[in-house]
C-alpha cells in the first residue's frame, strides 16, 4: 500500500471549507502545522549528519592548513622581531601582528608556544588577559541581565559568562520551584477544583480515545496472526509504527496508519463527534507545541553554536549555503597566508610591508570566541 500523502487526514465538508465547523477548522489547521513541524524535524534529521560529514570532509582540514601555515608566519614574523635590521617602531608593529596572530590561534586555553610567543610580546600573561576579558563580558552581560530582569547580581561571580549563566538558570528554577510550592500551599477555591476535575477528565477521554484507536490497530495488524510470510512483513513494519506512535501520544500519526489499515475513510474522519473533536485538538495542540519545542531546540543550538542572534532564521539549507561560503573564505584566506609567507620571507620586502601597516585602535569590546569560523574546533 502506498504511504499516506501529507495532508491526507483532512476533515471536508460537502458544502466546502465554509460549512465546517469552528472545530473541525481548528482541527485541520493543527494537522496542517503538526505536517510542517514534522517534514522540519525530518529535514533537521536528514541534514545535520550531512553538515557534519561536510564539514569534516571539506571544512575541518582546510583549518587544519590554515592553522599550520599561521603558525608558520607568526614563527617568521617573532624571527624577524629579533632581527637588528628591523627599527624599533617597525619591531612594535610586528609585536602587535604577533599578538594578533597568536592570539587568534590558541584554542581553549592550550597552545603552550603560540602562548609563550605571545607572552613575549605582551606586557601581561595570556591567560591573565583572558581571564580579565570573560570578567569584563562577564560584568558587561551582568549589566544588563540587571537592567532587564531588576535584579541584584552585585554578590554574583562574573568570571566568566558560563558561570553567570549557570547562576542565572539557577535562580530562574529556584523561583519556579519557590512558585510552584505556593501555589501548592494555597487552598483550591470550588472554581479551581472544578477546573483540574474537568481537566482530568478531559485527559481521561483522550487517553482512552488513544487506547481505542491502538487496539483496533493491534487487533488488525498483530503479525502473529498472519500466516502470510509478506504481508506478516508488512504487519511487523505497521505494528511498530503503531507502537512508536502509541507511546508518543501521535494521534495524527494514528490516525494516518487507521486510514492505511483501510478501518476508516474520510467518510469517518468527516463525522467525528464534536465532542471527540475537541479532545482531538487539545491533544494536537500539545502534539505540535513539543514539536515546536524540539524545533526551537535544535535552532538555539546552531545559533550558540555559530554565535547568531535569538531573532536569526537558522535552516538545514542556509546552514549549508554558509559552510559553503565559509570553505571558500577559508580557501581565500589560506592563499593569502601562502602569499605573505613567500613576501615576507624577505626582509626588504617585510620592511615595506610594516611601513604601509598602522595598528588599529583597540576594539572596545574584542569578540573572545575566536575568529576561525563557526564550524571550527575548540
Known amino acids: 500500500m502506498k504511504p499516506i500523502p501529507p495532508n491526507s487526514v483532512q476533515i471536508v465538508a460537502r458544502t466546502g471549507p465554509a460549512g465546517l465547523s469552528r472545530a473541525q477548522k481548528r482541527f485541520n489547521s493543527l494537522i496542517k502545522k503538526l505536517d510542517k513541524q514534522k517534514a522540519s524535524l525530518n529535514e533537521w534529521s536528514e541534514s545535520i549528519p550531512r553538515i557534519h560529514q561536510y564539514a569534516a570532509k571539506d571544512y575541518e582540514p582546510l583549518i587544519d592548513e590554515y592553522r599550520a601555515l599561521e603558525t608558520q608566519h607568526l614563527r617568521l614574523l617573532d624571527e624577524a622581531h629579533s632581527n637588528s635590521a628591523f627599527k624599533k617602531p617597525e619591531r612594535r608593529k610586528l609585536s602587535h601582528l604577533i599578538r594578533e596572530v597568536a592570539g587568534s590561534l590558541i584554542t581553549g586555553g592550550r597552545d603552550d608556544e603560540l602562548k609563550e610567543i605571545y607572552n613575549r610580546h605582551s606586557d601581561a600573561d595570556y591567560d591573565e588577559d583572558q581571564r580579565a576579558m570573560e570578567a569584563s563580558a562577564g560584568e558587561y552581560i551582568k549589566s544588563m541581565m540587571e537592567d532587564m530582569l531588576g535584579m541584584d547580581l552585585k554578590h554574583v561571580d562574573t568570571s566568566s559568562p558560563e558561570k553567570l549563566q549557570d547562576f542565572l538558570q539557577d535562580q530562574m528554577q529556584a523561583e519556579r520551584a519557590e512558585r510552584e510550592a505556593r ?188 575568529d576561525l569560523g563557526p564550524f571550527g574546533r575548540g
Open 183 to 370: 501555589q501548592a500551599k494555597r487552598k483550591k477555591s470550588k472554581k479551581q477544583v472544578a477546573l483540574e476535575a474537568q481537566q482530568e477528565a478531559e485527559r481521561l477521554r483522550i487517553k482512552q480515545s488513544i487506547q481505542e484507536i491502538y487496539r483496533k490497530l493491534a487487533t488488525q495488524l498483530h503479525p502473529d496472526r498472519e500466516p502470510d510470510p509478506h504481508e506478516r512483513e508488512r504487519k511487523t513494519r505497521l505494528m511498530q509504527e503503531v507502537n512508536q506512535a502509541y507511546g508518543k501520544k501521535d494521534l495524527l500519526a494514528l490516525l494516518e496508519l487507521q486510514l492505511q489499515a483501510e478501518q476508516i475513510d474520510q467518510g469517518h474522519i468527516n463525522q467525528i463527534a464534536e465532542d471527540r473533536l475537541e479532545s482531538y485538538n487539545r491533544l494536537l495542540k500539545e502534539q505540535s507545541d513539543e514539536l515546536q519545542r524540539e524545533i526551537a531546540e535544535i535552532e538555539r543550538e546552531w545559533k550558540m553554536q555559530l554565535n547568531l542572534p535569538p531573532y536569526a532564521v537558522v535552516t538545514p539549507r542556509a546552514l549549508m549555503a554558509r559552510l559553503r561560503d565559509d570553505i571558500q573564505g577559508l580557501r581565500y584566506q589560506i592563499a593569502m597566508v601562502k602569499r605573505d609567507l613567500a613576501a615576507h620571507a624577505d626582509t626588504q620586502n617585510l620592511k615595506a610591508w610594516l611601513k604601509a601597516y598602522k595598528v588599529p585602535k583597540p576594539r572596545a569590546f574584542d569578540d573572545f570566541l575566536g
